[in-house]
């Protein structure tokens, strides 16, 4: 009788199989809408924000140089400062956009991750099911051999 309960496990391990895979892939489907969501924060209010307030920036160091009297022209110290500017401003907008990249890279490979172990869950659960049900199996057989053998001593084979 105990294949009875060998088949309930199986079909629960079947279900928490399931219902484990189906939790992961919602937490993989959230971490790819956080990666887009940031991407899109980024690209629509935070890199505007930088390149305007570099703007300003640079609209101060002009107005600073321009009101000191002195010339903003090549080979004038200004004009090296200037370059400086700049360069500095170039790399901090590709710094924040390597910054934004890999944060939503790092979200999409998480949920990546997430699909995998949500995968192997369901697998896991299968499997259990599989040797759940092979115990049966063998749980029912060796109660039929030991019907056969009683009811041969009893005379009823």
Request: hydrophobic share 40%; proline share 2%.
């Given at each position: 009788?105990?294949f ?51 703007k300003?920036?640079?609209g ?9 009297g002195?010339?903003?022209?090549p ?17 901090n ?6 910054q934004?990249?890999?944060?939503q ?53």
């Amino acid at each position: 009788m105990s294949f009875i309960g060998n088949i309930a496990g199986a079909q629960t391990a079947k279900a928490i199989g399931k219902f484990n895979n189906a939790l992961l892939q919602s937490q993989a489907r959230y971490t790819e809408a956080e990666a887009a969501r940031q991407k899109q924060v980024f690209d629509v209010v935070e890199k505007p924000k930088l390149l305007d307030q570099q703007k300003r920036d640079y609209g101060d160091f002009i107005v600073g140089v321009m009101s000191s009297g002195a010339e903003l022209r090549p080979g004038t110290t200004p004009y090296f400062v200037s370059l400086e500017n700049k360069n500095r401003q170039a790399f901090n907008i590709a710094y924040a956009d390597y910054q934004a990249k890999i944060g939503q890279e790092n979200l999409k490979n998480q949920s990546l991750l997430l699909q995998a172990q949500g995968r192997g869950e369901l697998f896991k659960g299968q499997l259990t099911a599989r040797s759940q049900y092979a115990a049966a199996a063998g749980s029912l057989l060796s109660d039929i051999g030991t019907g056969v053998t009683l009811g041969k001593q009893f005379g009823f084979i």
